[in-house]
């Protein structure tokens, strides 16, 4: 059932628990969300980027997420446009039948961000769609949103209570130390908790962990010995999302997980048999692996039985 992502993360956040946003760039992802979500009576969100939108087509990306939706009626969904990068952007995903979009207005001051944020939730709002929208900012790449290190900044609890009173957006993503993509932390992982659990006593709304991905020991070993490499990355430990959702994250977005099992096990059929041009033989493991991943990860968030 595709509904408005308030309908998904209201309840999460009135019930304390997280629900995984997790990205899809064609059919065998979008369908092992939705074959995890069945697995675990979860609600899901199920997330297009831009490059995904561009790659896919803005109409094959809703019809995919419509005709299983209707294959699996019992399964709250929300259709969300990760990272929008402008007004307009955000309005043709609303007028393609995204229920929830987010404009990614983080990389501007604040008042730029904030005036930008007010006229997509202005438009939005009356479609009956739901928006998010950043604040600080997060190391690393997504898609074509790059920030480098010293451009990176945690979010300012007093002006995320500001921006959500002024922009009435309905839910945030604050940077807690975090960053997109495999290649995280030089060190040990440290997420700002404290700063989290402030933010969240002052705004009471939905928030999003970006920069999510886990890297899980069993995924990072079948992609290195199917030949991958992952230059020693570090994901954000499962403690660590668990915390976070205590301290009031609902929305937690995963994207890299799921292409490094895609891939592990796509690599590993083309090893174990050189002659394998079956397409099936291929892409029927990976998804089978990603099920696997995703239905771990709802365990893991407190979104299994949910429904």
Do not use: W
């Not at 207005?105 to 202005?122: D, G, I, Q, Y």
């Not at 009173?165 to 995280?184: M, Q, R, Y």
């Not at 668990?242 to 937690?252: D, L, R, T, W, Y």
């Amino acid at each position: 059932m595709l509904v408005c992502g308030n309908t998904i993360l209201e309840k999460a956040n009135k019930e304390n628990y997280g629900v995984g946003a997790f990205n899809f760039v064609n059919y065998e992802m979008l369908s092992a969300i939705f074959e995890a979500a069945n697995l675990k009576n979860s609600p899901i969100i199920v997330q297009a980027s831009e490059g995904a939108i561009k790659y896919l087509g803005i109409d094959m990306a809703v019809g995919m997420v419509k005709i299983l939706s209707k294959a699996y009626p019992h399964i709250p969904v929300a259709l969300h446009l990760d990272h929008g990068t402008s007004f307009e952007s955000c309005v043709k995903a609303i007028r393609a039948g995204f229920t929830s979009v987010m404009i990614d207005a983080s990389h501007h001051c604040f008042e730029e961000n904030l005036k930008e944020t007010k006229r997509v939730v202005e438009v939005a709002h009356i479609a009956g769609v739901s928006v998010e929208a950043e604040l600080g900012r997060l190391m690393g790449i997504e898609d074509n949103i790059s920030v480098d290190a010293k451009d990176a900044c945690l979010v300012n609890p007093d002006e995320a209570e500001e921006f959500v009173k002024e922009s009435k957006v309905d839910f945030l993503a604050p940077a807690i130390g975090t960053s997109h993509g495999a290649f995280k932390f030089k060190g040990e992982p440290k997420l700002d908790f404290d700063r989290l659990i402030e933010v969240k006593r002052r705004t009471k709304i939905p928030l999003v962990l970006h920069g999510a991905s886990a890297i899980p020991q069993n995924v990072s070993e079948a992609f290195l010995a199917s030949g991958g490499d992952l230059k020693g990355s570090k994901g954000v430990p499962f403690a660590f999302l668990q915390e976070a959702v205590k301290g009031g994250i609902n929305k937690i977005n995963t994207d890299t997980d799921l292409r490094i099992a895609f891939m592990s096990e796509v690599r590993r059929v083309a090893n174990e048999d050189k002659t394998q041009f079956d397409l099936r033989k291929f892409f029927a493991p990976a998804k089978a692996f990603m099920v696997q991943v995703i239905a771990e990860r709802m365990d893991i968030l407190g979104s299994s039985n949910k429904i």
